[in-house]
């Protein structure tokens, strides 16, 4: 099974900034954990702050891997070309935030994505991650 992460803007700031809203923990050290505990499945990792760079990755990866986990960071609530790259590819998306959106400010409670997405986590913290890649590995098709 491969699976792909793609995080979108300041999301490689993780474990760097805001320790409060997103965690302590950097991307780099919670996925190299997610790796060792689920040794059957590829895990392959991409970060952008740039939106066509995050779109031409979801069209090389969903078509070659078993599913997307996507955190478009902000652009989770303006990109209609992200939500258009989605659509396009066979491969299942799962939308992923670490904060809880819905407590946040009322910009944060729409998401171009959603729509497109196979379902949506948010509010566990970087775990939101591993909950998506158990929802992927488990999922019936
Ligand atoms: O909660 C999430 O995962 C978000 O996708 C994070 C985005 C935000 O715009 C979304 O509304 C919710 C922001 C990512 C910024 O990431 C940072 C991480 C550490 C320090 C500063 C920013």
Known sequence: MNIQIIN??????????????????????????????????????????????????IQESGFQSDGIILN???YT????????AIKAVPAPVIEVHISNV??????????????????VIAGFGVDSYRLALNALIHRKK
Not at 28 to 46: M, R, S
Not at 77 to 84: F, L
Not at 102 to 119: D, I, K, N, Y
């Open 8 to 57: 979108g803007p300041n999301l490689n700031l993780l474990g760097v900034r805001e320790p409060e809203l997103y965690g302590e923990q950097t991307f780099g050290g919670y996925l190299a954990q997610l790796q060792a505990d689920n040794p059957g499945v590829e895990i392959g990792f991409f970060q952008s702050n740039i939106e066509g760079e995050i779109i031409d990755k």
């Open 72 to 74: 478009a960071g902000g």
């Open 77 to 84: 609530h303006t990109s209609v070309a992200i939500r258009d």
């Open 102 to 119: 819905h407590a946040r400010e009322e910009f944060r409670h729409h998401s171009m994505l959603s729509a497109v997405c196979l379902g």
